[in-house]
């Protein structure tokens, strides 16, 4: 297994792209499920991630031609051959099941794999289910698999969620495109990925009222056309390397970021010491002076502070001058870093969902262990800013959702290198 090596004390100044987003990305391109007529997404991240959902619809039957280096992905699928998502895909990765709501929509029947827990949480998906229900699904759950069927097609609804669930937005949002009469989604998700997928949908054919807001209102059509889309900016890795100068100190602009992408996070970014200027088509961020101020944070649903980019607060928060308490409320399990910081010389209490951080002078670098994906790169902040080496092992968990780390950090004067086994 791969790991990367980063030794300490560099403050990074330069230039970091920021990629298409991956979770906007792994919603999309199930959508293409939707249309006999080709979808074509540019901006695309070369990500695993996306690797495994393409694999996921070939295996159903689309015909995925990926070009530019994996930068343009044209998905066809004249027929879907194959209604079954298979378990062995669907555990790699949880946004798999983003591809029953299409295939119900489109033909009626859709055989996925229930995706199972993973290291953050029991990701349960009864929302989903519960959605698809409302829209006059029949689902029967047996051997491990979501069996649903619609022979007389979805019909409109009214639904409310139980929770402002992500990915149920997104699934019942691109089944609800094909019903028969009008869906009203309530309490959905206001992410932009949702706005996003709601644009990309119109440019289908699709109507679509209310994304970014609480409430959608879709006008099912009989059939959606093709489209071609532009990913929007990814703003997790764009928070992710805001973070990177006011851990580090240095200044660094960050290519086709944008504040409203990550308002709540700027804000308290802004309060623990960075300096965050808007130009029209980036951001530019460093630390006022060389105190890394404490500050509380609580992960909410959009707008709120968001859940992905806990972790690499976290490891800023670890060097203030003061105690800082983060409280996680989207996943159960989500302060798996917080021992790993530990191990460089952090000092953290975790109880349940609050995670208290007492400032302390400096970290040392340690060999450490990535558990899941933001995990993984919090450390890799930490590690920059550390004394000494630090080893992070399990990298392959960042290869999920950070293109080119090594690279795009290096660029800026990191001193991080790969080391493949
Ligand atoms: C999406 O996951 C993202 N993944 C996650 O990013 C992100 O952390 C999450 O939204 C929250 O913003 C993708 O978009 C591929 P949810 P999703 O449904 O859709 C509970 C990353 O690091 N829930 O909003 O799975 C669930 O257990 C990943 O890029 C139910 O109870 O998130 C969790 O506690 C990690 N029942 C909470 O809601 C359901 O049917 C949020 O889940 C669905 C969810």
Do not use: W
Request: net charge negative.
């Amino acid at each position: 297994m791969d790991r990367i090596v980063v030794t300490g004390g560099a403050a990074l100044n330069g230039q970091i792209p920021i990629s298409g987003a991956k979770n906007a990305c792994l919603t999309l391109m199930p959508a293409a499920l939707l249309s006999e007529e080709p979808l074509t997404l540019t901006n695309v991240p070369r990500l695993s991630d996306i690797s495994t959902m393409t694999e996921l619809l070939e295996s159903l039957g689309c015909e995925v031609a990926s070009l530019q280096g994996g930068r343009v992905l044209a998905i066809g699928t004249a027929k879907i051959s194959n209604h079954t998502a298979h378990y062995d895909i669907v555990r790699k990765m949880r946004a798999s099941i983003g591809v029953l709501g299409p295939m119900l929509a489109r033909d009626g029947e859709a055989v996925v794999s229930l995706p199972g827990g993973c290291a953050i949480g029991a990701r349960p998906v009864d929302i989903h289910l519960s959605g698809f229900e409302a829209l006059g699904a029949v689902l029967d759950l047996r051997d491990g698999y979501i069996h649903a069927t619609a022979p007389k097609g979805l019909i409109g609804t009214t639904y409310e969620l139980p929770f402002a669930s992500v990915g149920a937005t997104e699934n019942l949002l691109s089944a609800a495109t094909l019903a028969k009469g009008t869906t009203v989604l309530k309490n959905v998700a206001r992410e932009p990925e949702i706005v996003d997928l709601a644009k990309c949908l119109r440019a289908m054919g699709a109507q679509i009222e209310g994304e970014g807001t609480s409430t959608l209102t879709i006008q099912g059509v009989d059939r959606l056309g093709g489209a071609t889309h532009q990913v929007v900016t990814d703003r997790i890795e764009l928070g992710t390397y805001m973070l990177a100068p006011v851990i580090t100190g240095g200044k660094v602009e960050l290519l086709g970021g944008r504040r409203d992408l990550v308002s709540a996070f700027s804000d308290k970014l802004e309060a623990a010491g960075a300096i965050i200027e808007e130009t029209p088509n980036s951001l530019i961020v460093s630390r006022k002076g060389d105190i890394i101020h404490p500050v509380n944070i609580k992960t909410e649903v959009h707008p709120g502070f968001p859940t992905d980019l806990q972790a690499q607060m976290m490891a800023l928060l670890t060097l203030a001058d003061g105690t800082s308490v983060l409280e996680e409320t989207i996943f159960e399990n989500r302060f798996m870093h917080a021992p790993e910081l530990i191990r460089m010389g952090a000092d953290i209490e975790v109880h349940g969902g609050h995670a208290t951080v007492k400032g302390v002078k400096s970290l040392k670098g340690a060999p450490v262990m990535a558990t899941d994906l933001r995990a993984s790169i919090s450390l890799i902040m930490a590690g920059m800013v550390a004394e000494g080496e630090t080893v992070v092992t399990r990298v392959y968990h960042l290869d999920r959702g950070y293109e080119h780390v090594v690279r795009k950090l290096s660029a800026c004067g990191a001193n991080i290198e790969r080391i493949s086994e």
